[in-house]
């Protein structure tokens, strides 16, 4: 049973930085992808950057420049660091993991970014 522990999350000031991480337990191919979507109240939930274990990146446009996801294989672990947090920011953040077509989540870490 693949499992997601999120941590990290909390309160921040505008400006400010925050890293939030991931480790994942479980059976895990070695061929997957780890990332990190938010969910803002009455919103859907979106992407903000993945990477692959091959290295592989991807980042939304409304981070890009702000943020920076980062892995370790060996660990099962998955970073992400943003930089010049914006009240727009505050949400639930979600680690994802993804084996082919099998998608698991974690229970989500919220953060908030005070003006």
């Known amino acids: 049973q693949v499992q997601l522990v999120e941590s990290g999350g909390g309160l921040v000031q505008a400006g400010g930085s925050l890293t939030l991480s991931c480790a994942a337990s479980?059976?895990?191919?070695?061929?997957?992808?780890m990332g990190w979507y938010r969910q803002a109240a009455g919103k859907q939930r979106e992407l903000i950057a993945s990477?692959?274990?091959?290295?592989?990146?991807n980042y939304a446009e409304f981070v890009k420049g702000r943020v920076t996801i980062s892995r370790d294989n060996a660990k099962n672990t998955v970073l992400l660091t943003m930089n010049n947090q914006k009240p727009v920011d505050t949400s639930g953040y979600y680690c994802n993991l993804r084996i082919v077509s099998c998608v698991y989540w974690g229970q989500g870490t919220q953060v908030t970014v005070s003006s």
């Open positions: 479980g059976y895990i191919s070695i061929f997957n992808t």
């Open positions: 990477r692959t274990s091959s290295g592989n990146t």
